[in-house]
């Protein structure tokens, strides 16, 4: 038998070394389950080194540590992208967590009781899978922006880096979240006039960086209210929680007033192109000669045959799909808080998940 075809067989298998799988990875080998992380990408941490240049977290580095080791800075620092992708590869080294990179999966179905993981000529077996990826995965571009004029630089979020991959001219920021907030007030100090497309998403009433923050907000904010009141566990919570996922949530650095003072103008929805410029839903066509896309993203996960899915989501509840025991989902957007894909959210979420494997073991 050709020894590509049999498959290594572990009791868990997580998809995905980010710090959901990792904070996962850290209660597995706590518990002494026989466990293998897989990862798409070449190193621990490249899903953040792969976005923009100056990115950097909007929390700080006493909530951006995964259980069991801190992130080594001041508390207060918030940290690049970078850092951060350096501190997960630090924490894998750290805790020898058994994870196999350039592994992408092709597809996870089911044989029995056990799950059958293939990436090209590789095979795995487990009892327990954990799918530890985010919701962000494909680039959510309109259908008609292929109707624009082709010398009109486009570009979305996922592969933008720095302003050299605009041209000279006006940039219409299409997505007013926090990405699209970021990259607008990039290109207005980098000399480009600025357009803002998108409704008011709302924002944090106060400088996440300033005095006060340091003091007590960020731990009101983010401790309380992100982790512990905005859950599916209550009803504010619950109601709270579509709206986030399809609009997404308030403006965290930057604030209207910043929109102002660096001449951004705010524009509504683009809905349409017309003799291939982009046009808005007061009809306002834009002359503009870059169009950064921060539009969202489609979850990817036609990789998974089984029949779990409803628009497109899992059916899950806290990361535990019902009718497929023995699956799970961790660092969703809200999987069971606003924390849930935020870094302080991931150890919550990857425990209750552990303890579910136990307890079925």
């Known amino acids: 038998m050709n020894n590509k075809l049999i498959p290594e067989k572990h009791k868990v298998i997580v998809i995905g070394a980010g710090q959901a799988g990792l904070s996962a990875g850290y209660f597995l080998k706590k518990n002494n389950i026989d466990f293998l992380i897989l990862d798409a990408s070449e190193r621990v941490g490249d899903s953040w080194r792969n976005r923009w240049d100056s990115l950097r977290l909007f929390t700080p580095a006493k909530f951006s540590s995964l259980v069991g080791m801190l992130f080594p800075s001041d508390p207060n620092y918030f940290p690049t992208k970078d850092e951060m992708g350096d501190y997960l590869e630090n924490y894998a080294n750290h805790f020898q967590l058994p994870v196999r ?69 006006s940039v219409l920021v299409v997505g007013a979240g926090n990405s699209g907030s970021e990259l607008a007030l990039e290109a207005t100090k980098n000399n480009h006039e600025v357009w803002l497309s998108g409704r008011d998403t709302g924002h944090i009433p106060f400088n996440i960086e300033g005095t006060l923050a340091k003091l007590i907000m960020v731990r009101i904010v983010i401790r309380l209210i992100f982790h512990r009141i905005l859950t599916t566990g209550t009803p504010i919570g ?124």
């Open 101 to 169: 990179n350039n592994i992408k999966v092709d597809t996870l179905s089911r044989e029995g009781n056990r799950y059958c993981i293939s990436s090209g000529d590789q095979h795995f077996e487990a009892e327990h899978v954990v799918t530890a990826m985010s919701n962000y995965q494909i680039p959510k571009i309109p259908k008609f922006a292929k109707n624009i004029n082709p010398d009109i630089v486009q570009i979305h979020s996922f592969d933008y880096r720095d302003p050299s991959q605009l041209q000279e001219g």
């Open 238 to 361: 619950r109601k709270v929680r579509p709206k986030v996922k399809s609009q997404g949530g308030p403006l965290i650095r930057n604030k209207p007033k910043d929109f102002v003072t660096h001449g951004i103008e705010r524009i509504p929805k683009i809905v349409e192109v017309k003799d291939g410029l982009p046009v808005d839903e007061n009809q306002q066509v834009i002359d503009a000669k870059n169009i950064i896309w921060c539009t969202g993203f489609y979850p990817a996960y036609s990789w998974i045959d089984l029949p779990i899915f409803k628009d497109r989501e899992p059916m899950q509840d806290r990361g535990v799909v019902k009718n497929e025991p023995g699956l799970y989902f961790v660092g969703m957007h809200f999987l069971y808080s606003l924390s849930s894909a935020m870094i302080h959210g991931a150890e919550r979420d990857a425990e209750h998940i552990v303890s579910t494997i136990l307890s079925r073991l």
